[in-house]
């Protein structure tokens, strides 16, 4: 009976290491895949850095154009032939579109022609799509770009800096609303989300945006424009309504205002991260795991 007994607590003994020993082990991987993911954050900050000071000293140089275009085109890529090294960098334009901010220019004497551009374009997307209650959604907008939405006080003073932070206020129609509409609508062929001053990077502009603004069929757009051209002198050949034209606001002038996305290789997996380049600095740098 003893023998028994006694056999009874070695095994409950045993049962019980073996499950502390697999809590150990699972805290082990957990601390190692968390090392891992850490490492890989300074190495991102590694490349942020370095890529962000090359970037700046080339586009200060006679060959800015070129580069921005060719960043636009297609994601540049790094690679060793035989090992472990893979890096590529891709951006896209960040003014390429009406800034949602301009409806902060109401009262703005200045600036009332981008006010103008920004409410017609609003108002011939609420009607195409059909949006149940435009007017709540603008209500949502305002209250992002004055300020007096509690939930991002902290984060910032005011205005809609990002497409991230522009589907929350989405989002927060659809659910106050139920209309999910808005949903289906592609919201970054249109607007842009940098700040009241910035102007139209009119080279890059959507087919989309340019239909809607200047009221022409989009398939025709479809087919004739194309990105890196002069918007006036495509507008002025295929007949489209001036009326919202401004060349100082749809800028030929060279934009380096642009978001980048980055891979990289590290310790046999892909991280990713992002960042703003605004008119030569570097920033709101955006961390993604592992891909």
């Not at 289906?184 to 249109?190: D, G």
């Not at 945006?209 to 479809?222: N, R, Y």
Request: charge should be negative; aromatic fraction near 12%; proline fraction near 1%.
């Amino acid at each position: 009976m003893r023998k028994a007994i006694a056999l009874l607590i070695t095994l409950t003994v045993i049962a019980a290491l073996l499950a502390l020993m697999g809590v150990a082990f699972s805290y082990l991987e957990r601390a190692k895949k968390d090392s891992l993911h850490t490492l890989a954050i300074v190495q991102a900050n590694i490349y942020y850095a370095d890529i962000a000071r090359t970037l700046d000293g080339l586009l200060k140089g006679k060959n800015a154009s070129d580069i921005i275009s060719t960043l636009y085109l297609a994601p540049q890529t790094l690679q060793e032939q035989e090992g472990e090294f893979y890096l590529s960098i891709g951006c896209e334009p960040l003014s390429n579109g009406v800034d949602i901010n301009w409806f902060g220019l109401q009262n703005d004497t200045k600036n009332q022609k981008k006010y103008a551009i920004v409410t017609k374009l609003f108002d011939t997307i609420a009607t195409q799509y059909n949006l149940e209650d435009d007017s709540k959604l603008l209500e949502f907008i305002m209250e992002d770009i004055e300020g007096k939405n509690e939930s991002i006080r902290l984060k910032q003073k005011k205005g809609i800096i990002s497409p991230k932070q522009f589907n929350t206020i989405i989002n927060r129609y659809v659910a106050e609303t139920g209309d999910t509409k808005a949903l289906n609508i592609n919201w970054k062929q249109y607007f842009s989300f940098v700040s009241p001053n910035a102007n139209i990077d009119s080279k890059y502009v959507s087919s989309e945006l340019i239909a809607l603004l200047f009221d022409l069929d989009l398939k025709s757009v479809d087919e004739g424009w194309i990105e890196g051209e002069d918007l006036a002198a495509f507008l002025n050949d295929n007949g489209a309504n001036m009326e919202m034209y401004d060349k100082t606001i749809f800028s030929n002038a060279l934009s380096k205002q642009m978001k980048c996305t980055t891979s990289y290789a590290y310790n046999s997996g892909v991280y990713s991260f992002s960042f703003n380049y605004l008119d030569g600095k570097a920033q709101y740098f955006e961390f993604y795991s592992k891909q």
